[in-house]
């Protein structure tokens, strides 16, 4: 009678420039969990069981405990795009998805959000014209890298701008 195999794990990360040997494509709310499951481009399942507080990036690189190292794509999804040579505006416009605690990413003279129809009332409300469109989500962690929680705990993370290109 043959035992099945253990699942094949990932416990930890790998160091950035480590050649990956498959991938896993996980949207933004994936990313932020750390715990799951998920099926890497190869096809075989892996469950995910990360320390706390570090969401994944696109790009990032993982290590299976069978020493694999997987590479993190960030999928495309639906998000809201809005544009504006206006500063001031862009400025009210993060201002307010921040008092949301909706997560934000910031290119030039342009913001993107996943896509939500009270957010969207609230940009075109602020005299924006937003953008529906699919693309990777990798918006910004917060001020001095520290990821936001309620329950006082903070999670050390590194201070990341992503730019994205305006279309």
Same mark, same amino acid.
């Given at each position: 009678?043959?035992t099945? /195999?253990?699942?094949? %794990?990932?416990?930890?990360?790998?160091? &950035?420039?480590?050649? #990956? $040997?498959?991938?896993?494509?996980?949207? *933004?709310?994936?990313?932020?969990? /750390?715990?799951?499951?998920?099926? =890497? !481009?190869?096809?075989?399942?892996?469950?995910? $069981? =990360?320390?706390?507080?570090?969401?994944?990036?696109h790009?990032?690189?993982?290590?299976t405990?069978?020493?694999?190292?997987?590479?993190?794509?960030?999928?495309?999804?639906?998000?809201?795009?809005?544009? /504006? /040579? !206006?500063?001031?505006?862009?400025?009210?416009?993060?201002?307010?998805? +921040? @008092?949301?605690?909706?997560?934000v990413?910031?290119? @030039?003279?342009?913001?993107?959000?996943?896509?939500? #129809?009270?957010?969207?009332?609230?940009?075109?409300?602020? +005299?924006?014209?937003?953008? %529906?469109? !699919?693309? &990777? *989500?990798?918006?910004?962690?917060? $001020?001095? +890298?520290?990821?936001?929680?309620?329950?006082?705990?903070?999670?050390?993370?590194?201070?990341?701008?992503?730019?994205? %290109? #305006?279309?």
């Open positions: 009678m043959d099945p /195999s253990a699942p094949l %794990r990932i416990e930890a990360r790998a160091e &950035p420039g480590a050649t #990956a $040997a498959d991938w896993v494509r996980l949207g *933004f709310a994936e990313r932020c969990r /750390s715990r799951l499951v998920a099926r =890497l !481009d190869g096809g075989a399942e892996v469950a995910i $069981a =990360l320390p706390r507080g570090a969401p994944l990036r790009g990032d690189r993982l290590v405990t069978d020493g694999r190292i997987i590479e993190v794509v960030a999928v495309p999804e639906p998000l809201l795009h809005v544009e /504006s /040579s !206006d500063p001031r505006l862009l400025a009210r416009a993060a201002y307010h998805l +921040g @008092n949301r605690h909706v997560a990413e910031v290119g @030039n003279h342009a913001l993107r959000v996943l896509a939500d #129809a009270v957010i969207e009332r609230l940009l075109r409300g602020l +005299g924006l014209e937003p953008q %529906r469109l !699919d693309a &990777p *989500f990798e918006p910004e962690h917060g $001020a001095y +890298g520290e990821a936001h929680r309620h329950d006082g705990d903070t999670a050390r993370i590194a201070p990341v701008i992503h730019e994205f %290109r #305006a279309r």
